[in-house]
């Protein structure tokens, strides 16, 4: 990917509609190390658990929640220690031990904040995801922040399965949501982001990147118009560098974004 961005770079070093800053900027970016390029198995703080036995998990949750008392200790063990296919296997050991959903026993004998986070580990992450979007878009006023965290954060695949999940859950299209709950430059922003059209792999196609060089004609009128190119194109590691103060040049990080919701929409995608 970095070097597909370097190739697509060459021919424009001396064009005009961007300062000339710009250029250094991405040339350091493309040559610095991401955290996107990291090794398989190496991104992420829980890992799936060595010699995982899902029936004796659930087993071993169905004696702490039975009973006057609930043994959080062994809910907590469990749950925070298990990847979410791991916890996935448990609900459904669970149920075929007990005839009863572990959601169920679970909002039947916890309460309060760790009744919802017990509930949120053992949530598929697309239907976790759908359901903070849709909460997100309810009331008065959208919360932004959510929206930009989900899909500035989320692989293509990821945001297909978010959108599958509210589909089945509401017939309707969350795209068409989506443009009807934001505007302006913050709902250019958010739509690009929940297409889910962003390559996140890190291999390089160097006839790809030499036709894209060649064949795209640059004429921007303003920042966002190369931020919105960048997107299009999938040349979305460019953009980690503008989340950094203070850049060489002094300058804005993007003047003609008018809305702060826009801003962060593009500079989140620039941190995943």
């Known amino acids: 990917m970095y070097n597909r961005l370097r190739l697509f770079l060459m021919p424009y070093r001396r064009t005009t509609f961007i300062m000339a800053s710009l250029w250094d900027d991405l040339q350091s970016l493309v040559d610095s ?4 390029a990291a090794e398989g198995g190496q991104r992420g703080t829980i890992k799936p658990k060595a010699n995982f036995d899902a029936e004796k998990d659930a087993a071993a949750l ?9 043994n959080e200790k062994v809910l907590i063990e469990i749950l925070t220690q298990r990847s979410n296919d791991q916890r996935q296997l448990i609900c459904k050991a669970y149920e075929g031990a007990t005839g009863r959903t572990l959601e169920k026993d679970l909002k039947g004998d916890t309460g309060g904040n760790f009744e919802e986070l017990l509930l949120a580990l053992i949530t598929p992450p697309a239907a976790y995801d759908c359901h903070e979007v849709t909460r997100a878009m309810k009331g008065a006023g959208t919360k932004d922040s959510v929206l930009i965290e989900i899909f500035a954060s989320r692989s293509k695949q990821q945001i297909k399965a978010l959108k599958d ?3 089945k859950e509401t017939e309707k299209d969350l795209i068409e949501k989506l443009q009807s709950e934001a505007s302006g430059d913050f709902s250019t922003a ?6 889910g059209e962003r390559d996140g792999s890190n291999s390089v196609d160097v006839g790809k990147a030499k036709e894209d060089a060649e064949v795209k004609k640059l004429n921007p009128k303003s920042t966002i118009d190369m931020f919105l190119f960048c997107f299009k194109l999938q040349y979305f590691f460019s953009l980690r560098r503008f989340t950094k103060p203070g850049r060489r040049s002094g300058a804005q990080t993007s003047p003609s974004l008018s809305r702060s919701s826009a801003k962060e929409a593009y500079l989140s995608s620039g941190r995943f």
């Open 33 to 36: 190390p991401s955290s996107a």
């Open 62 to 70: 169905k004696d702490a929640i039975k009973g006057l008392g609930t």
């Open 165 to 167: 999940v509210y589909r």
């Open 190 to 195: 958010l739509i690009l982001l929940a297409k």
